[in-house]
Each structure stands twice: as structure tokens, then as C-alpha cells.
């Protein structure tokens, strides 16, 4: 049986350093992201109360891979 996936209430959030891309500086709501351990959170930057998502390295590296190949690239028609 595989570990059960931690939650963002899992971890202690005042150490962690949140990162935001360069773009994500002039940008009201950036997405930030911070690696702890294993995991990689990722949130709201304009709300720092707003839900933060936990992946683990392998999800991590498929959005990536995902995004490097235009999987989430939009078309201009809502896709």
C-alpha cells in the first residue's frame, strides 16, 4: 500500500520560502510555488490564505513535462 499524500496542513508553513517567476512580479494574483522535502506546494500569491495544492515530485514533473509540451496552452476559444 502506498503512503498516504501529505496536506498542506501537514506541514509547518511559517519556514517555507515562497518562489513566484519573474513575470509573476508585476502580476496581482502570481502563483507561487515553495519545495519542502519531497513535495512542492503551490498557491495563490495574492492570497496567501487561499487553498494551497501538495505534489509530489513525480506529479510535479508530469505538469511540467505537460506544460513544456503546450498541454495547457490556450487557444484563444476557452481551451
Given at each position: 500500500m502506498l503512503p498516504s499524500k501529505p496536506k498542506a496542513a501537514d506541514f509547518d508553513l511559517s519556514s517555507v520560502v515562497w518562489m513566484r517567476s519573474e513575470?509573476?512580479?508585476?502580476?496581482?494574483d502570481p502563483?507561487?510555488?515553495?519545495?519542502?522535502g519531497e513535495n512542492i506546494l503551490m498557491r495563490n500569491g495574492g492570497d496567501k490564505d487561499s487553498?494551497?495544492?501538495?505534489?509530489?515530485?513525480?506529479?510535479?514533473?508530469?505538469?511540467?513535462?505537460?506544460?513544456?509540451?503546450?498541454?495547457?496552452d490556450?487557444?484563444?476559444q476557452g481551451r
Open positions: 513575470a509573476g512580479q508585476t502580476i496581482e502563483v507561487e510555488i515553495a519545495f519542502v487553498t494551497i495544492l501538495v505534489f509530489t515530485q513525480a506529479e510535479w514533473d508530469a505538469f511540467v513535462a505537460g506544460a513544456l509540451d503546450g498541454e495547457f490556450y487557444d484563444g
